[in-house]
């Protein structure tokens, strides 16, 4: 009996004993768990904040990514705009540049005409004086002004009552011999003076002096085949009533087709 009695003590202070460290271990083991969770919990803590941290930087990276994504268009759109403005000004620039190129080249083209109607009075000053240089007794003088030739006769030289005299037809012959070779670039007209008088011998004398511009007009026209453009007659600016009458043949560098040439150039 007491055998049995003290191997049951035994066996209960065993059992105490293993269920004591047992129960040590347990907490010892609950204490690791509950230190592991703890560091767990805080790493899981860590984890979130960083997480929520990476979310915030996301969202503002993203809508930094918005931002350029927007300054970007916008910049391409200025630079297609100022791309178009850019081709516009050159454009404009280029169709001025030419625009006066076109004025200088017309403006060349004027000046040509203006110094060939320049030349064609020189051409025709001199010729005419060389001519009139060969003829024995001749009376007239060649002047020029305004662009004009003017070559002037006195009546008593060029006129008798027929018509012009005989010692004034060669006279006549040489300037129309010029002419002739300058036909296509000179206007004539006969211009003749008019004896100025009293209101009521006017008209008579109005007549006398476009029959003597007549006779030298039809003298040209027909021996020479020259085309007077007009008869004139004209009244002296003079005061001396004792200086001579006379009679002009005024030629002009014709106009006409100097305005063409001009009109051609500019219109091409």
Do not use: H
Request: no cysteine; proline share 1%.
């Amino acid at each position: 009996m007491k055998k049995t009695f003290t191997l049951s003590i035994i066996l209960l202070l065993i059992t105490t004993v293993s269920f004591a460290q047992n129960k040590k271990e347990l907490i010892r083991q609950k204490e690791e768990l509950k230190a592991q969770l703890d560091s767990v919990t805080n790493e899981l803590y860590a984890v979130k904040r960083k997480v929520s941290t990476a979310e915030v930087k996301a969202d503002s990276f993203k809508a930094q990514v918005e931002d350029l994504k927007n300054t970007n268009a916008t910049l391409l759109t200025n630079i297609e705009s100022f791309t178009a403005l850019s081709n516009q000004k050159s454009s404009n620039l280029e169709q001025s540049l030419e625009s006066m190129k076109e004025k200088d080249m017309q403006l060349e083209a004027i000046n040509k005409s203006l110094y060939s109607r320049d030349s064609v009075v020189l051409v025709l000053v001199t010729k005419l004086n060389k001519a009139l240089q060969n003829v024995q007794g001749s009376n007239a003088a060649v002047t020029s002004g305004n662009g004009n030739v003017v070559v002037t006769f006195n009546n008593d030289f060029l006129f008798d009552e027929k018509g012009i005299k005989p010692t004034a037809d060669s006279t006549v012959e040489s300037i129309a011999v010029v002419l002739q070779n300058e036909i296509n670039n000179v206007d004539i007209s006969i211009e003749s003076q008019l004896e100025v008088s009293d209101s009521l011998t006017r008209g008579k004398n109005w007549m006398e002096s476009i029959r003597k511009a007549s006779y030298l007009g039809n003298r040209l026209e027909n021996k020479n085949k020259l085309a007077v453009s007009g008869l004139k007659s004209f009244e002296s600016e003079s005061m001396n009533i004792d200086a001579p009458m006379v009679t002009k043949i005024s030629l002009q560098p014709a106009l006409r087709r100097f305005y063409e040439e001009v009109k051609s150039f500019i219109k091409n």
